[in-house]
C-alpha cells in the first residue's frame, strides 16, 4: 500500500517553455503534499508544501510564480515549472503523507527535467 | 527548528561485513525518525521509524536502527552487508508535535558496498 505515482519520469523542454509533472497518491488520500528538488549527489531540498484546497506553503527562496503548485484534490498535486531555464533542470521529487505524524512519507520515483 | 547530521559523506564496507550509517537529530519535542533510501534516479523508499518504545527498531531488507536518547542518535545498521545495499540513505525528523508533518532531511550518505 501506500503508493505515489509521479509523472512523467523524464521530461526535455525547450528553454521558455512551461512544464507540468503531477504526483498522485494511489491507494490513500493524502491531505499533504511536499515537492522536492535534488541536485546530483546532494540531499533533498524541499520546496514548497501543498495543502489539499489552500494556497501552498513556499520555502524562502523558492519563487511562487515559478513553480506553481495545485493540489486540487486529496489524491493529486501537480508542479508546473513556468518559463523553464537550463538553470531549472533538476530532479523533482513528490512526497504525499495522510497527515498522521507517525507516518512515513512515501514519495513519487521522481522527475527528470532537462531544459535546453 | 529540527535539524538532522549525517556526519559521513561515504560509507564503504566489504560484502558480509556489519555497516553502520550515522545520524544525529536535534528536535524541539518528542521526535519520531525515519531512515530512507534512494537508488539512482529513484525516489525515497522508507527502510524503518522510530516514534516510540524499544529503542532498536527493525525495518526492510535487514536494515535496523538504534534510537540513543541521550546522544540523540539513530544509527542505522546491518549485521551483514550485500552489493545490491549500495544506495543513498537518508535521515529525517519530525517533530512530534507539529502537524504541519514537515520532515527534515539529513544531506545523506552514500553507502558502497564492495564484493
Known amino acids: 500500500g501506500a503508493v505515489v505515482s509521479q509523472h512523467p519520469s523524464r521530461v526535455i523542454c525547450k528553454s521558455g517553455t512551461s512544464v507540468k509533472i503531477e504526483c498522485r497518491s494511489l491507494?490513500?488520500?493524502?491531505?499533504?503534499m511536499f515537492w522536492y528538488r535534488q541536485f546530483p549527489k546532494q540531499s533533498l531540498m524541499l520546496m514548497a508544501t501543498?495543502?489539499?484546497?489552500?494556497?501552498?506553503?513556499?520555502e524562502q527562496g523558492v519563487e511562487k510564480d515559478k513553480f506553481l503548485i495545485n493540489h486540487a484534490s486529496l489524491t493529486l498535486s501537480t508542479l508546473t515549472v513556468t518559463s523553464a531555464h537550463p538553470e531549472d533542470s533538476s530532479f523533482y521529487i513528490c512526497?504525499?503523507?495522510?497527515?498522521?505524524?507517525?507516518?512515513?512519507?512515501?514519495f513519487g520515483n521522481g522527475t527528470r527535467l532537462t531544459v535546453t | 527548528a529540527q535539524s538532522v547530521a549525517q556526519p559521513e559523506d561515504q560509507v564503504n564496507v566489504a560484502e558480509g561485513n556489519p555497516l553502520t550509517v550515522k545520524c544525529t537529530y536535534s528536535?524541539?519535542?518528542?521526535?519520531?525518525l525515519f531512515w530512507y533510501v534512494q537508488y539512482p534516479n529513484r525516489g525515497l523508499q522508507f527502510l524503518l521509524k522510530?516514534?516510540?518504545?524499544?529503542?532498536l527498531v527493525k525495518g526492510s531488507y535487514g536494515f535496523e536502527a538504534e534510537f540513543n536518547k541521550s546522544q540523540t542518535s539513530f544509527h542505522l545498521k546491518k549485521p551483514s552487508a550485500l552489493v545490491s545495499d549500495s544506495a543513498l540513505y537518508f535521515c529525517?525528523?519530525?517533530?512530534?508535535?507539529?502537524?504541519?508533518?514537515?520532515?527534515?532531511f539529513g544531506d545523506g550518505t552514500t553507502l558502497t558496498v564492495k564484493p
Open positions: 522510530y516514534i516510540t518504545g524499544d529503542n
Open positions: 491507494d490513500f488520500q493524502a491531505t499533504t
Open positions: 528536535v524541539s519535542g518528542n521526535p519520531y
Open positions: 512526497s504525499a503523507s495522510p497527515f498522521r505524524v507517525d507516518s512515513p512519507l512515501h
Open positions: 529525517a525528523v519530525r517533530a512530534g508535535s507539529t502537524n504541519a508533518g514537515k520532515s527534515t
Open positions: 501543498s495543502n489539499e484546497g489552500s494556497k501552498a506553503t513556499y
